[in-house]
């Protein structure tokens, strides 16, 4: 078992409590973002600055030709992001089709190159109500079809998929993280809104915890 992993970096809060949480298991990462037309692109900025912070090994990949055959979502299309709590009906708007399987794909064969044994991605217990490629069925199936596709077996894991966002934050906030360095909201403006819910969600796991997030909401969430 090799003690490197490919690690999906988005340089959202999930992937960046992801990538710190491999290190600090003393695995050697290779960080790997996605440039897939995203509104919200500004979380490669975050993603690109904290791999340079840490002298981690990281790939951005522009995709955004695929958003021909993957259009029709609110964060690559124009389509206006909804607001409200990921468990309402309309944050359905936000799956960008078959994201998942691709970004995993395109990773693996990453892994491949670079001689690690699995991918990790940041799919986790509060994303299974929209996103059917964040579900445990969807994990096992990839796991199983990528440890077949090459002759060397890479894994498909994801650590965090029985946590909810706020259990993920508390395993940030005990490695000390700092959240200042992510961007979760799906509109990419100078602050985030405090209203689509991604944000939603986040702003809930710091109050969860008594504590303050350090990004800047706009109306001042």
């Not at 906030?173 to 360095?181: A, H, K, R, S």
């Amino acid at each position: 078992m090799t003690d490197t992993v490919v690690v999906i970096y988005s340089g959202g809060m999930d992937s960046y409590t992801l990538l710190h949480l491999a290190r600090a298991r003393g695995l050697k990462v290779h960080a790997l973002s996605f440039n897939y037309g995203q509104r919200h692109v500004r979380e490669l900025d975050c993603a690109r600055a904290v791999c340079e912070a840490h002298d981690i090994p990281h790939k951005v990949v522009d995709i955004r030709a695929m958003s021909e055959v993957m259009e029709g979502s609110a964060l690559t299309s124009d389509i206006d992001v909804p607001e409200g709590h990921y468990e309402e009906d309309s944050m359905k708007s936000t799956v960008v089709p078959n994201r998942n399987m691709i970004l995993l794909s395109l990773a693996t064969g990453y892994a491949v190159t670079v001689g690690a044994g699995e991918v990790w991605y940041g799919a986790h217990g509060g994303d299974h109500a929209i996103y059917p490629d964040c579900r445990p069925e969807f994990v096992e199936k990839m796991d199983a079809v990528c440890r077949v596709a090459n002759y060397d077996p890479v894994g498909i894991a994801a650590p965090f998929m029985t946590l909810d966002k706020s259990e993920i934050l508390a395993k940030g906030l005990e490695l000390g993280l700092d959240y200042g360095q992510t961007w979760t909201c799906y509109n990419g403006r100078d602050k985030a809104c405090g209203r689509c819910g991604s944000c939603v969600e986040r702003l809930e796991a710091f109050a969860a915890h008594g504590a303050t997030d350090p990004l800047p909401y706009e109306d001042g969430v």
